[in-house]
């Protein structure tokens, strides 16, 4: 099927003799040369039309096409391939507004259910209502292999995504000398409520959503989206050490974020002021744990200065004594 | 500074249309891209398995100079007042510059440091003090074996990246072979010194360098 894709490069202005399929054994190879053989005629009719097509309808009445040839198809051969996609997307540059990647379709599905997510909670059904939203069919939900899983993680991606542009906005005003810089502590503290504050829509549920990143196929992504968010607001915040302290200030900011996100979950207080003092004493902790720590330090080098000036002095007085000893 | 008096320019023409916004931002974009390509040493990652192989790469090099500036600090502790004091201080300076230069490299680019850096530290010091209780020999044996380790491992790195692509990654090979000059001038200087003349050279020499691979091989991947 390369000289397909090579002529859906050249602008959509397809020969017809472009049905000359390759000639291949793979059966894999066959159906999805099915498949693309009757989008290309698809599109090929889509691109003769006077009127241009928009880019939502057209693509989503591709993919439903596609989606109910795929129902035919093997399921190794389904729309799941990520190779296809992958050609597709590589070769056809500009012109994708007409066609957009599973990724992007994935996330515009996500994004739509979340509003259904009061509602249904975080579960197929949600998903199912928002592609039906979209106008899909409510199928699609087959594409989400962690199920709701997908949907928290993607909540979290972008409530990720809002908190880094926000923080990244904060970091240009002060670069161009318009906002003063905020002490450390209190950027942290302005940094995870404002991310907690993304999560008040959905606060009732959020037990559910915390419940399934718990599942085993759910951790390795959340982890990483908390490892991520952590080492953006510390990046944000200033930090930039290269020694043991990277990770003992992103471990100490997970710390607090994790149980400050605990503390939320049951938090009754009106516009959850008990959660946002919760979060104020324990920056306070690890504030006053690193000035501490920071003391111990000096002390302790006091300490060895002032004995070894003590032992350099006994010994010399010794010395005096065997010497005075000796003379007198 | 031509960035940001490009934002200024940008921000005072804000109530301009929207079309100079977008021409703005795009050659704002640009200078930013070109900036970071100007003053920082690695280019803005193309995709995530570059930015892995880069990150590796400056990760392993960071545990190295930190390594090395721990077993001259162990060495110039037993043998600081000695008559070759002044040659390992000499050495252990420059092995401070390179470490600074990978300190700087690592927070521009947000690179993770590895997390065996405590260990590290204390490894490099007992090896750098107990090489040099054998003696200014037995100091010097230590730093040609380790010098020859980190030389191998600049040149293997150095090869990858002229494979991949020696024009994008300019300024990494730039520091990376003035780096490995330094570390090949160490290692003839303690051939000078009578490195050969301690006793178990081959011995000595064998099982540090196996020691310097196998950090190297678990610094790149934790």
């Known amino acids: 099927y390369c000289c397909l894709i090579s002529s859906m490069q050249s602008g959509y202005s397809l020969p017809t003799s472009v049905v000359a399929a390759p000639t291949t054994t793979n059966p894999q190879c066959g159906s999805l040369r099915r498949g693309f053989h009757c989008a290309v005629l698809r599109l090929q009719d889509e691109s003769k039309s006077d009127k241009p097509p928009s880019s939502t309808s057209s693509s989503t009445t591709y993919h439903e096409h596609y989606q109910a040839h795929s129902a035919e198809q093997d399921a190794a051969a389904s729309a799941s391939d990520p190779a296809f996609y992958k050609i597709y997307q590589d070769q056809s540059g500009e012109q994708d507004e007409e066609y957009e990647t599973e990724e992007q379709l994935q996330a515009r599905i996500l994004t739509a259910a979340l509003e259904f997510v009061p509602l249904h909670g975080w579960s197929m059904e949600a998903i199912a209502a928002g592609a039906e939203s979209l106008g899909l069919s409510s199928a699609s939900t087959g594409m989400f292999e962690k199920g709701s899983g997908d949907l928290v993680l993607h909540f979290i991606a972008q409530c990720n995504a809002q908190l880094t542009e926000i923080l990244a906005e904060q970091h240009n005003q002060v670069q161009l000398g318009q906002a003063e810089p905020k002490k450390t502590a209190d950027f942290i503290r302005d940094a995870v409520e404002t991310r907690l504050r993304m999560y008040i829509p959905y606060i009732e549920i959020w037990p559910q959503a915390m419940s399934l990143l718990l599942l085993p196929h759910n951790i390795p992504d959340s982890l990483k989206h908390l490892s991520t968010l952590m080492d953006d607001i510390w990046y944000y915040a200033g930090d930039r050490s290269t020694d043991m302290n990277w990770y003992t200030k992103r471990a100490a900011l997970t710390g607090i974020y994790n149980t400050t996100e605990l503390v939320m979950i049951q938090d009754s207080s009106p516009d959850f002021q008990d959660t946002w003092t919760f979060l104020d004493n324990r920056i306070q902790d690890v504030v006053n744990m690193a000035t501490t720590a920071k003391q111990v330090q000096s002390t302790g080098e006091a300490v060895v200065q002032g004995l070894m000036g003590a032992a350099v002095t006994v010994s010399l007085l010794s010395y005096i004594h065997h010497l005075n000893s000796l003379f007198s | ?222």
């Not at chain 2, 320019?9 to 900036?35: P, Y």
């Not at chain 2, 545990?63 to 600081?80: D, F």
């Not at chain 2, 490299?105 to 003090?129: D, H, K, Q, S, Y």
């Not at chain 2, 300024?171 to 990376?176: F, G, M, S, Y």
């Open chain 2, 1 to 222: 500074m031509q960035t940001a008096a490009l934002r200024v320019f940008c921000h005072w023409s804000q109530s301009n249309s929207t079309a100079m916004i977008r021409q703005c931002l795009k050659c704002r974009a640009l200078t930013l891209q070109q900036s970071s390509r100007a003053y920082g040493v690695i280019p803005p990652p193309r995709d995530s398995e570059e930015k892995e192989m880069v990150h590796r790469m400056l990760r392993v090099d960071h545990a190295g100079e930190y390594g090395a500036n721990r077993i001259y600090a162990g060495q110039m502790a037993v043998l600081g007042r000695s008559k070759t004091g002044p040659f390992i201080q000499e050495m252990w300076d420059q092995e401070k510059k390179h470490l600074e230069k990978f300190n700087e490299i690592l927070a521009e680019n947000r690179v993770r440091p590895t997390a065996l850096l405590p260990f590290w530290n204390i490894a490099g010091f007992v090896l750098g003090a107990s090489s040099a209780l054998l003696g200014k020999e037995g100091a010097m044996a230590c730093t040609v074996a380790v010098e020859e380790s980190i030389t191998e491992h600049y040149n293997n790195q150095i090869r990858t990246l002229m494979e991949k692509d020696p024009e994008r990654y300019t300024e990494l090979l730039q520091v990376i072979k003035e780096f490995r000059d330094d570390e090949m001038e160490h290692h003839d200087t303690g051939l000078e010194h009578d490195a050969e003349n301690v006793p178990g050279y081959w011995l000595l020499k064998n099982a540090i360098q196996l020691g310097c691979k196998a950090a190297i091989y678990i610094s790149q991947r934790i």
